[in-house]
């Protein structure tokens, strides 16, 4: 695989591209790949599901709709007891 260096970034940009990358859970070089493949390849579904762009409607309504109501209800059992 080859590698690539860029100089002579502005500093700002360098730490847009750090905090870009921790707020997708990834390192800044897997970050800049996915950038790179992107712009390059138009592969804009290298961009992450979780990522900050989608809002919160977006993420819930793509939740599968499984199971059914009585499975989310909330058993009121006593509680056990419990040694400490």
Request: glycine fraction near 8%.
């Given at each position: 695989?080859?590698?690539?260096?860029?100089?002579?970034?502005d500093?700002?940009l360098?730490?847009?591209?750090?905090?870009?990358?921790?707020?997708?859970?990834?390192?800044?070089?897997?970050?800049?790949?996915?950038?790179?493949?992107a712009?390059?390849?138009?592969?804009?579904?290298?961009?992450?599901?979780?990522?900050?762009?989608?809002?919160?409607?977006?993420?819930?309504?793509?939740?599968?709709?499984?199971?059914?109501?009585?499975?989310?209800?909330?058993?009121?059992?006593?509680?056990?007891?419990?040694?400490?």
């Amino acid at each position: 695989m080859a590698q690539l260096t860029v100089r002579n970034l502005d500093d700002g940009l360098v730490e847009l591209l750090d905090e870009r990358a921790a707020s997708r859970g990834h390192s800044a070089e897997e970050e800049h790949r996915q950038i790179l493949q992107a712009a390059l390849q138009g592969k804009e579904s290298l961009v992450s599901a979780a990522s900050p762009s989608r809002g919160l409607a977006q993420h819930l309504t793509s939740i599968p709709d499984v199971g059914h109501g009585e499975d989310f209800d909330r058993h009121h059992d006593d509680p056990r007891p419990v040694d400490l």
